[in-house]
């Protein structure tokens, strides 16, 4: 008996290896790896220049060096070598490690094992392979032949008049049977050396955090984050460790008196944010970018009871996004994050339209309709929908406010057939006849209307169990990698493992701008002047569907997509509210909300930061993490301060025990009678605040201490905020703990 398990463990490794490729397709071909090109380099050092900046070869590490001609700064891909002698604790000399010197990782499916490997620039290509160097108008292309492994990646350094942008095109890679799944980019153009005083990384985790590169042993620790958060194609059975996702593509580093800002300008849905920190070996921390060429799905294949082989499928195909980062150096006074933010704001602004908005949103209130939950006749199990808030309970809601003169910005979420339950695509497209149906929500939005109410109708047009309208589980679900249905899932709270009641699919790529025309005609007589898109804003994913096209691979046109359904209703004079947005949706919002206050607290991380609200403050209208629904509403208060967001509360007007078999978090202490003195207490004293900074912009953020932190407004107003358990003294006099004070230019004329 053992020798027969034992042979059949054996055939199952062989069938479901480490990793492997999916089922064959008709995508585009791979070019074929060119061994015979012999190696190039440019005569001189010098490659382009403008009147700000030079770019120039490293022959050393065959990347480039930008210089900065006024006063003399230099990045590159590798940190810049200052051939000053270092010690070790030994008072050895230190010799540079070839990471730092490397423009590129590369990891790839190795034919010979089957298995993921890895190799670097420094070792694979200049060493031991070929550098072959074409002049470009602004700068150079570079391609590097990884002759040992069979594959050529190449590189467009591009200078501009800001900085420089570096690009793949995936279309351009050389390969041979050794596949490559993904390539990162200048690993160590942001970097700080390690222990370097007033130096920092900026890392996007939620709403931003900082590193500092202090040493902490040989390896260093770790960070690795997909950009818009993980996709959501990929099988998973645990819960994510951390519940806050990268929404914005950019990262940073400070070094003294200058910084580095990158921003991935192009195939940012297929890319990772990495961070190496505090490794001796390397003697640098560092942030950076890696791409994801080839998509990916988990796998478990079940041998027999408690006997499981898990492994990663790759797809056949890379994506054929070209894939570009732009860095831009800061200097001066900008050399910090507070720089970064205002570049970025200016990027937004010019390549995505970012504009202004008069209107301001100090108190968000998120109404759930209902949820279908389990019931049972005579024994006999059953589902039906639990009306938690219908259209009539919601207008008692929002008319307590108003006569209290807290005029909030409404979501209504969950009101279609289904409640927030993931059944019925888009919920039907219609309202639930248990909440109101369409005249309840039609009265309900007349009154908003007249009151002056923005009120928002959520639908999910991501996630499905059932099909409406024309779209179906057999024809229209996404695949994922392995070309099995792309299945989504609520995580139990308590156990952290997937529940499967909740599965459901994913609506195919290519019927996702459908969808969301369709959701326009279907509602049409509903008089709504605002739509929530929750999931639309939050959940990217990949769809393997297509065999002849890889635009769909490693989440590729995920933002496209969703810009495309955005752009579709606010032409038709919609109002947009999106909920922990990713920055494609938050740039063509009316209201963001749930937007992210903190980070995903690794370890890793020393600080948090509001980059997220120091770009979207005083643009768009920005609101807290549900205060209600926070671990401590308090802290969540706080952060609202800091960020200069407005409030949000989630409420239901009725509950029931059933509820409680909710994986979600919706109706933990969210009843509103319960809820509303809160929302009155803290409304009442964040009005003065509120007023003072009104159509203000962050200007200026601080970390004054552990627990004390400052912002600065546009027109002079700064607020300091104690997160401790001591009193604090600022330039305004003393904060109490878990307080705040405000002062400045209008406080002082008052």
């Given at each position: ?648 509360y989630t409420v239901i007007a009725n509950y029931d025990k059933s509820l409680l078999d909710i994986r979600t978090k919706d109706f933990y202490n969210s009843l509103f009678d319960d809820v509303y003195p809160q929302i009155k207490a803290n409304a009442e004293e964040l009005k003065d605040y509120y007023e003072k900074i009104s159509g203000a912009e962050i200007v200026k953020h601080t970390v004054v201490s552990d627990s004390l932190r400052s912002t600065s407004f546009d027109n002079g107003i700064t ?32």
């Amino acid at each position: 008996m053992k020798k027969r398990f034992t042979a059949f463990l054996l055939c199952a490794f062989v069938l479901f290896g480490c990793t492997a490729c999916s089922d064959g397709g008709t995508g585009a071909e791979v070019k074929a790896f060119d061994r015979e090109t012999a190696s190039q380099k440019p005569d001189g050092e010098a490659v382009a220049q403008n009147s700000r900046f030079t770019l120039s070869f490293d022959n050393d590490t065959c990347g480039v060096i930008l210089t900065e001609n006024a006063t003399g700064n230099k990045w590159g891909t590798s940190p810049p070598d200052t051939g000053e002698i270092k010690l070790d604790e030994w008072g050895d000399p230190v010799t540079r490690h070839p990471q730092v010197d490397s423009v590129l990782f590369v990891e790839y499916v190795s034919a010979e094992t089957g298995n993921t490997d890895s190799v670097i620039s420094k070792t694979g290509a200049v060493k031991e392979g070929r550098i072959v160097c074409k002049n470009k108008e602004k700068g150079i292309r570079i391609e590097y032949y990884f002759d040992s492994t069979g594959f050529m990646i190449p590189v467009d350094y591009t200078l501009r008049d800001d900085g420089l942008l570096m690009t793949i095109n995936p279309a351009d890679i050389e390969e041979t049977e050794n596949v490559i799944t993904s390539v990162s980019l200048a690993p160590f153009f942001c970097a700080a050396e390690n222990d370097a005083e007033n130096s920092y990384l900026m890392v996007p985790s939620g709403s931003g955090t900082l590193i500092y590169p202090k040493s902490v042993s040989q390896q260093g620790t770790n960070y690795s984050a997909q950009v818009y958060g993980e996709d959501a194609s990929i099988e998973k059975w645990d819960m994510p460790s951390s519940e806050k996702s990268v929404r914005m593509p950019v990262y940073g580093a400070k070094t003294g008196d200058a910084a580095i800002f990158a921003v991935i300008e192009s195939g940012a849905e297929s890319a990772e944010i990495n961070v190496t920190s505090g490794s001796k070996a390397l003697g640098y921390s560092s942030v950076y970018t890696s791409f994801i060429l080839r998509g990916y799905t988990n796998n478990i294949a079940d041998l027999m009871p408690g006997e499981r082989v898990k492994n990663v499928i790759y797809s056949d195909y890379m994506i054929d996004t070209p894939l570009s980062v732009g860095f831009y150096p800061l200097t001066g006074d900008s050399a910090d994050y507070n720089g970064m933010a205002k570049l970025y704001k200016s990027y937004l602004e010019e390549q995505e339209g970012l504009q202004k908005s008069n209107e301001e949103s100090p108190l968000n209130i998120n109404i759930i309709g209902g949820a279908t939950v389990s019931k049972s006749f005579l024994g006999i199990p059953y589902k039906s929908l639990f009306a938690a808030t219908d259209t009539k309970e919601a207008q008692v809601i929002i008319e307590k406010l108003i006569g209290d003169g807290l005029t909030p910005s409404v979501r209504l979420t969950g009101f279609g057939t289904d409640g927030i339950s993931t059944d019925t695509l888009a919920g039907g497209f219609k309202i639930s006849s248990k909440l109101g149906g369409t005249k309840g929500v039609n009265t309900l939005l007349d009154y908003c209307k007249e009151n002056g109410v923005n009120a928002y109708l959520d639908y999910d047009i991501i996630r499905f169990k059932s099909g409406a309208s024309g779209f179906s589980t057999m024809f229209d679900s996404a695949l994922c990698a392995s070309r099995k249905i792309a299945y989504i899932y609520d995580f139990d709270i308590a156990t952290r493992g997937r529940d499967e009641d909740t599965r459901a699919r994913l609506l195919a790529r290519d019927k996702l701008v459908e969808c969301g025309d369709t959701l326009l005609k279907k509602t049409s007589s509903v008089n709504a002047e605002g739509y929530s898109f929750n999931t639309l804003s939050s959940i990217a994913y990949s769809d393997y569907s297509g065999r002849a096209s890889a635009s769909t691979y490693s989440k590729s046109g995920m933002a496209e997509d969703v810009k495309k359904i955005m752009t579709a209703f606010t032409d038709s004079d919609k109002k947009i509210a999106v909920s922990d947005a990713n920055i494609y949706a938050a740039v063509k919002a009316s209201l963001i909300t749930e937007t992210p206050t903190s980070s995903s607290a690794e370890n890793i991380f020393d600080t948090d930061i509001p980059f997220y609200q120091m770009v979207f403050r005083g643009i768009v209208p920005i609101a807290t993490e549900s205060v209600n629904l926070a671990a401590s509403a308090k802290n969540q208060v706080l952060k609202a301060v800091e960020g200069g967001c407005g409030l949000t509360y989630t409420v239901i007007a009725n509950y029931d025990k059933s509820l409680l078999d909710i994986r979600t978090k919706d109706f933990y202490n969210s009843l509103f009678d319960d809820v509303y003195p809160q929302i009155k207490a803290n409304a009442e004293e964040l009005k003065d605040y509120y007023e003072k900074i009104s159509g203000a912009e962050i200007v200026k953020h601080t970390v004054v201490s552990d627990s004390l932190r400052s912002t600065s407004f546009d027109n002079g107003i700064t607020v300091y905020v104690n997160f401790g358990d001591k009193t604090e003294q600022t330039p305004f006099g003393a904060v109490e703990p878990q307080g705040f004070v405000i002062g400045g230019v209008e406080s002082a004329q008052e």
